[in-house]
């Protein structure tokens, strides 16, 4: 008997011939760019505060608070320590409640703000940290209000903050490659449906370039941003 694997490989179209990569693969990405782009807005608004709160709160911050800061940072480690798919199952019933739905890329929005804000949030916390203290010092020897010296702190930690939310979309595209697993659409569940499922590795193959080249492009955007704040 003929392996039902090698049954489904034979007279199979591939590539240009492909429909699935003609009429599939377009709307794929744009559903992977939109999950992307929605998730990392949200995660920006939410986590860039949040970072900014944990700099102000920590021991010899401007606004230092060691019961605030030890509750925000363990909030923030437990977000960060359960694994995506994981996080993203057991988010479907909030996610169905909140977005009217557990299938589609509008699915995957919210489990992909939740896990990514608390990562996020560190990476402001390390490039906030990462600046010269005399920068602080100096804005508050010259009566510098607290928001206007979390105002100096951004500006001056802008060029690494730009690299955190480069790193930040870059992540979001391989958690969403995750939640296409789980029917959160977009390339990951082009790739699992046709490329795994159906055997068609042209699609496997196709979604995999495309996500190559939408990391790249994103990583030379982000390194152009970060040299264009960068006023030292």
Request: positive net charge; proline residues 5%.
């Amino acid at each position: 008997m003929i392996p039902a694997a090698t049954l489904a490989l034979v007279d199979k179209p591939s590539w240009f011939d492909n429909p699935v990569l003609t009429t599939k693969l377009w709307p794929a990405t744009l559903e992977t760019l939109a999950m992307t782009a929605t998730s990392a807005i949200l995660t920006i608004a939410l986590g860039l505060p949040l970072g900014l709160l944990l700099v102000a709160t920590a021991p010899r911050g401007i606004r230092e608070n060691r019961v605030v800061y030890a509750i925000l940072g363990a909030l923030v480690n437990i977000g960060r320590s359960i694994p995506f798919i994981i996080l993203m199952i057991a988010l479907i019933p909030i996610t169905r409640e909140v977005m009217g739905t557990a299938i589609g890329w509008t699915s995957a929005v919210l489990p992909l703000a939740v896990a990514a804000i608390p990562f996020f949030a560190r990476l402001v916390e390390t490039s906030v940290l990462a600046i010269n203290p005399g920068t602080v010092t100096a804005a508050t020897m010259m009566g510098a209000t607290g928001r206007q010296v979390m105002t100096v702190q951004m500006r001056e930690a802008l060029p690494g903050i730009v690299q955190g939310i480069t790193v930040l979309v870059i992540t979001l595209i391989g958690y969403s490659a995750i939640a296409g697993v789980l029917g959160g659409g977009g390339l990951g569940t082009l790739a699992y449906n046709y490329g795994y499922q159906r055997y068609q590795n042209d699609t496997m193959i196709a979604t995999v370039v495309v996500i190559l080249v939408i990391v790249q492009l994103v990583q030379m955007l982000g390194d152009m941003c970060s040299r264009l704040v960068d006023h030292r």
